[in-house]
């Protein structure tokens, strides 16, 4: 039969390695949990930095679009007042013209054409 001797050496020794594995269990812990943090609060800070981005791409996109819409409506005015002053002159013209000139200038026309026939 085999005896085995657990002296007071022996079960200091298990103390100590108990402690140790204790020890390190905790700092294992502590050194994960501080990894995680830390790694969540880089994760927060890319994220609002993304959206910060995103969001000030998104203002700027808006600002262009609209300074772009200004601008076209603008270019619209000026035409239309373009042709609005085209089409007032060009009237102005075509009622200052005397019918009966008008009709007799058509008269003389068609006199014209019936002669080349």
């Given at each position: 039969m085999a005896t085995t001797t657990m002296s007071k050496a022996y079960f200091e020794d298990l103390g100590r390695i108990a402690e140790s594995n204790a020890k390190s269990a905790k700092d294992s812990a502590r050194i994960a949990t501080e990894y995680w943090v830390a790694s969540r609060e880089r994760?927060?800070?890319?994220?609002?930095?993304?959206?910060?981005?995103?969001?000030?791409?998104?203002?700027?996109?808006t600002d262009a679009n609209e300074e772009l819409t200004s601008r076209i409506f603008e270019i619209l005015e000026e035409r239309d007042e373009a042709h609005k002053h085209f089409f007032e002159q060009w009237a102005e013209v075509f009622t200052s013209v005397p019918f009966e000139y008008t009709r007799q200038a058509t008269r003389e026309a068609q006199k014209k054409t019936a002669s080349f026939k």
């Open positions: 994760n927060n800070e890319v994220a609002r930095e993304i959206a910060r981005s995103v969001t000030e791409g998104m203002k700027r996109q």
